[in-house]
T-cell receptor
């Protein structure tokens, strides 16, 4: 699986958009980008995933660059409850059940 | 649905003791797995199962045994606990092992916090 690089921490004001970057320069053509988050030592929670097109769901948007070497998770209106560690994971669809978690980005949403 | 449940929530063991961490899901998922998370680290895969009667090793299987006699349950056994096994353990499940685009994801349990003295 391709390795990912994320900043260790980020801050965001409540109500503003949180943009979390992820670099995956060695991604291969059949690997997907998955995002999970972990709130205060709870079990990880799935957010969104994509292959090459931008994706949006009720939680977030995922923007993948055209060369697929990086992506950005966007939380459009961050709230205090979005404070968590966010993991960007690149994996083959066939191994999306065997995830390799890095250390992620700790997002702190403040008033 | 209760989703993925884990028991106990907390456990303290002495070195050399054995115990079983329980995991159950009520979503009729084929695939189940166990991860451990050490302080400040990401999750690492211990063992996984693609269906009843089928298990395989993950990244860090040593010191752990699993079995899958039913679709619902996937217990993790520590044969002889060591301080290095102090960690938070998460169980996860998904509908199938091969997750097709847009159709499925993993669901994680709340975790078991284990301390080995």
């Amino acid at each position: 699986d391709a390795k990912t690089t994320q900043p260790p921490s980020m801050d965001c004001a409540e109500g503003r958009a949180a943009n979390l970057p992820c670099n995956h320069s060695t991604i291969s053509g059949n690997e997907y980008v998955y995002w999970y988050r972990q709130i205060h030592s709870q079990g990880p929670q799935y957010i969104i995933h994509g292959l090459k097109n931008n994706e949006t769901n009720e939680m977030a948007s995922l923007i993948i660059t055209e060369d697929r070497k990086s992506s950005t998770l966007i939380l459009p209106h961050a709230t205090l409850r979005d404070t968590a560690v966010y993991y960007c994971i690149v994996t083959l669809a066939g191994t999306a059940s065997k995830l390799t978690f890095g250390t992620g980005t700790r997002l702190q949403v403040t008033l | 649905n209760a989703g993925v449940t884990q028991t106990p929530k907390f456990q303290v063991l002495k070195t050399g003791q054995s115990m079983t961490l329980q995991c159950a899901q009520d979503m009729n998922h084929e695939y189940m797995s166990w991860y451990r998370q050490d302080p400040g680290m990401g999750l690492r895969l211990i063992h996984y199962s693609v269906g009843a009667g089928i298990t395989d090793q993950g990244e860090v299987p040593n010191g752990y045994n699993v079995s899958r006699s039913t679709t619902e349950d996937f217990p993790l056994r520590l044969l002889s606990a060591a301080p290095s096994q102090t960690s938070v353990y998460f169980c996860a499940s998904s509908q199938r092992f091969f997750l097709t685009y847009r159709t499925d994801t993993q669901y994680f349990g709340p975790g078991t916090r284990l301390t080995v003295l």
